[in-house]
Structure formats: structure tokens, C-alpha cells
């Protein structure tokens, strides 16, 4: 089950989408569903990443297929900033996901 927030990983863009609830998430993931690619992942605030793709809406990431590491997500979180040009990425560092999400959260 996706804990939330979970942050849109969209392949071949570097920033992030920040979905809070899982409203939140239906709104982006119908605005986006049709341009979702095979890559396309939301990852959860466990780091649990499911795979997006255009589907009827109750089976929408419904089983996880691969855990990202706080490192692998810290390292999407600088990029993510670092493509937005708002802070020095090496500064960013957490001691957890949720607190990462968090960075997300206040910078949009």
C-alpha cells in the first residue's frame, strides 16, 4: 500500500513531483496518465516505487517494484533541485525519507 507523500519519478526528468495524499496523487496521475512512459515510477515514503502506467484508476500502482535507498533518493532529491537551480545540492542531505519529502515540500 502507498504511504504518502510519494514523489512522481517521471524518466527523463529530473524534477520531482510532490503528490501530499492520495487525492493529491489521482489529480497529477490522471493530468499525466497518458504520457506516462514504462519507466515512470512513484515512489512512496517508505521508498517503495511502483510502476505508473495508464490503467483503470483503482489499479493504479498497486504493487511495488523496486526499494530505493535513502542514498539513491537523496541523490534524485539534488538533482531534482539542482535542475531547478534553487540551492547548492551537496548541502542537501537528510536522515530520512520523510524528512526529504519534506525538503520537497517547502521548496515548491
Known amino acids: 500500500m502507498i504511504q504518502f507523500p510519494a514523489i512522481f519519478k517521471l524518466s527523463g ?4 513531483l510532490l503528490s501530499e495524499t ?3 496523487f489521482m489529480q497529477h496521475y490522471q493530468l ?8 515512470d515510477l512513484l515512489i512512496d515514503s517508505t521508498g517503495q516505487a511502483y510502476s505508473l502506467k495508464p490503467c483503470p484508476l483503482e489499479t493504479v500502482a498497486t504493487k511495488a517494484v523496486k526499494e530505493f535507498s ?12 539542482f535542475a531547478s537551480a534553487q540551492t547548492c545540492v551537496t548541502k542537501i542531505q ?3 525519507i520523510k524528512t526529504l ?4 515540500k517547502h521548496s515548491s
Do not use: I, R
Open 94 to 96: 537528510a536522515p530520512d
Open 13 to 16: 526528468q529530473d524534477e520531482l
Open 70 to 81: 535513502l542514498q539513491e533518493l537523496t541523490a534524485l532529491v539534488q538533482t531534482h533541485f
Open 101 to 104: 519529502f519534506s525538503l520537497l
Open 32 to 39: 499525466q496518465q497518458s504520457y506516462l512512459l514504462p519507466d
Open 22 to 24: 492520495q487525492s493529491n
